[in-house]
C-alpha cells in the first residue's frame, strides 16, 4: 500500500510539473521564437522588395528636409543603375563613416537575418546586422521615468489577442542625420522618435509587424508601414540556420591603409555614375 501510494504521489507530481509547464508555455501563434528573414518589408513604390526604405513619403520639417536635399534620401541607384531606394549620398551614412550602430528600427529593415528567442519577462531580437540586440519587456512594466536615449530605444510590450503590441521610446536620433539613420534610404529622425508596433503571426510561416511611426522633431506628420518575415529564410548559401558574427567595419582593422578600406576616408566618395533618382525634395 506505501509502495502504491508513493507510485501515485510521484504520479500527481508528474503530471502537475506538465499542467504548470502547458500554463506557461505561450500559444503556438504567440510563439515568435525562430530564424526569421525580409519577405515583403517597406519599400518605396519604384523600388519594389529592396527591404531598405519606406513606402510612405514622410513629411519633413526644416531641418529633416535641409538633410534629404544634401544626401539625396531614396533617390539612389544600384551598381545595375536601377533604383535601389537608397541614399544617394550613401558616403554621408554614419554607419559607414562613423561606424555606428544601424539602431532600430533600421536594423529591423536591412533585410538581413534576425532570431527571437523568449524568456519568462521578456522577447529578445538578435539582429546578424551588427549581432545587434533589442529585448521588448513583457512583465507589465511601462517606460522609466527618466528614460536614457539608446540606438534601440526602450520596448515594452502587452499582448491583445494574438498580437503583441509594442511601445518604443527614447530612441537616440542625435544631431539631424549625422548620428543616425531611419533606413537605408537616409531619412533622419531627431530624439522624439515614436514607434509603436502589433507583431502576429498569422501563420507558422510569417511574421507580420504593422508599425506607426511619429516624430514631431522632425516630420510634420505620422506614418505608417507593414514588414513581413518568413520563417527559416534561405540565403545564398542555404537555409539560415543560425546568427553568425558580424564585426562592424571589420575591413578597418585589417587594412594596411584606410584608403584600402571601407568607406574611403582620405577622399571624396565616389558618386553614382548617372543622375540621382526618386522624390525630389
Known amino acids: 500500500m506505501l509502495k502504491s501510494g508513493l507510485i501515485l504521489n510521484i504520479l500527481l ?22 530564424i526569421w528573414g525580409p519577405k515583403q518589408a517597406a519599400s518605396v513604390p519604384w523600388a519594389p522588395n529592396t527591404h531598405r526604405t519606406f513606402a510612405a513619403r514622410i513629411q519633413l520639417r526644416p531641418e529633416a528636409l535641409e538633410h534629404c536635399q544634401r544626401v539625396g534620401c531614396v533617390r539612389g541607384v544600384r551598381f545595375t ?80 489577442g494574438d498580437a503583441l503590441v509594442t511601445d518604443v521610446r527614447g530612441i537616440l536620433g542625435g544631431e539631424m542625420g549625422k548620428f543616425k539613420w531611419l533606413d537605408e534610404g537616409g531619412w533622419p529622425h531627431s530624439d522624439d522618435l515614436h514607434i509603436t508596433e502589433r507583431i502576429r503571426r498569422p501563420s507558422r510561416e510569417e511574421l507580420r509587424l504593422d508599425m506607426n511611426f511619429e516624430d514631431p522633431g522632425a516630420w510634420t506628420a505620422p506614418f505608417q508601414t507593414t514588414v513581413l ?37 582620405s577622399g571624396e566618395y565616389p558618386l553614382p555614375d548617372v543622375p540621382p533618382v526618386g522624390p525630389e525634395f
Not at 502537475?16 to 504567440?30: D, E, K, V
Not at 523568449?118 to 522577447?123: F, G, K, L, N, Q
Open 13 to 34: 507530481a508528474a503530471w502537475g510539473a506538465a499542467a504548470a509547464q502547458a500554463q506557461t508555455a505561450p500559444p503556438a501563434n504567440r510563439d515568435f521564437s525562430g
Open 81 to 160: 543603375n536601377l533604383a535601389g531606394g537608397n541614399a544617394y549620398l550613401i558616403g554621408e551614412d554614419p554607419a559607414l563613416r562613423r561606424c555606428a550602430p544601424y539602431g532600430f528600427p533600421r536594423v529591423l529593415l536591412s533585410a538581413s537575418p534576425i532570431e527571437i528567442f523568449e524568456t519568462r519577462d521578456r522577447i529578445f531580437m538578435l539582429f546578424y546586422r551588427n549581432n545587434e540586440l533589442r529585448e521588448i519587456w513583457t512583465d507589465g512594466r511601462g517606460h522609466p521615468q527618466a528614460l536614457d536615449l539608446s540606438w534601440m530605444g526602450h520596448s515594452i510590450g502587452r499582448w491583445d
Open 229 to 265: 518575415l518568413e520563417l527559416n529564410p534561405i540565403s545564398e548559401e542555404g537555409r539560415v540556420e543560425s546568427i553568425k558574427e558580424y564585426v562592424r567595419c571589420e575591413d578597418q582593422i585589417f587594412a594596411d591603409k584606410e584608403t584600402e578600406a571601407w568607406p574611403f576616408f
